[in-house]
């Protein structure tokens, strides 16, 4: 069984950063893809950033500049630097890992969510 554990939402003033952190646990071989989605209240769910275990990283345009993203590929993390926030960054953010290697095949997992406010 996997499981992902995300950490650091929270409620920041605009401007501020947050830094996401999202731990996957299990008996896991490898992970293709890891990466962040965010989900607004009345909005689909849409892709923030995500990273390959070759260290690739794709960002959406509304964070291209703002957010880094970043992996321990050892330690089956990925994280998630976020700067100069703004009020339309507000969301809960899902981690997910995607084509995730285990002693029964590949599978795609997601975290629970983590709420992030951006607001003064």
Do not use: H
Not at 9 to 37: D, E, H, K
Not at 66 to 81: C, E, G, H, M, P
Request: charged share 15%; proline share 2%; glycine share 12%.
């Amino acid at each position: 069984q996997v499981q992902l554990v995300e950490s650091g939402g929270g409620l920041v003033q605009p401007g501020g950063s947050l830094r996401l952190s999202c731990a996957a646990s299990g008996r896991i071989f490898s992970i293709n893809v890891m990466g962040w989605y965010r989900q607004a209240p009345g909005k689909e769910r849409e892709l923030v950033a995500a990273i390959t275990d070759g260290g690739s990283t794709n960002y959406s345009s509304s964070v291209k500049g703002r957010f880094a993203i970043s992996r321990d590929n050892a330690k089956n993390t990925v994280y998630l630097q976020m700067n100069s926030l703004k009020p339309e960054d507000t969301a809960v953010y899902y981690c997910n890992a995607y084509r995730v290697l285990t002693t029964s095949g590949n599978y795609d997992y997601w975290g629970q969510g983590t709420q992030v406010t951006v607001s003064s």
